[in-house]
Nanobody, 117 residues
Framework: QVQLVESGGGLVQIGGSLRLSCVASGSAFRLNAMGWYRQVPGKQRELVAA???????RYAGSMKGRFTISRDNAKNTIYLQMNNLQPEDTAVYYC???????????WGQGTQVTVSS
């Protein structure tokens, strides 16, 4: 079982940037795939980006080029650098962990990102 704690959310203006962090504990971090999902009220949670133990990555199409996922194994932490944020990026962002980039079984509590004009 993996425990995940997100941080770094907040309020940002259109075109601004934020970096989310997620610290993992309680399991072999290096063996896990990690990811970021987001959810808005009334909609399904959607994948933003994922990274595996070899630092291969995958992105949702609309986020590719604006968002960058990375990991620091020494700190048991993954990051999501978000640039050129738009109102449609407003959501609760969740950190996730699992055995591979297609299946996540552990979730953080979420961090709110709000993009305003």
């Amino acid at each position: 079982q993996v425990q995940l704690v997100e941080s770094g959310g907040g309020l940002v203006q259109i075109g601004g940037s934020l970096r989310l962090s997620c610290v993992a504990s309680g399991s072999a971090f290096r063996l896990n795939a990690m990811g970021w999902y987001r959810q808005v009220p009334g909609k399904q949670r959607e994948l933003v980006a994922a990274i595996d133990s070899s630092s291969s990555t995958r992105y949702a199409g609309s986020m590719k080029g604006r968002f960058t996922i990375s990991r620091d194994n020494a700190k048991n932490t993954i990051y999501l650098q978000m640039n050129n944020l738009q109102p449609e990026d407003t959501a609760v962002y969740y950190c996730a962990a699992g055995p591979n980039m297609l299946y996540f079984e552990s979730w953080g509590q979420g961090t709110q990102v709000t993009v305003s004009s």
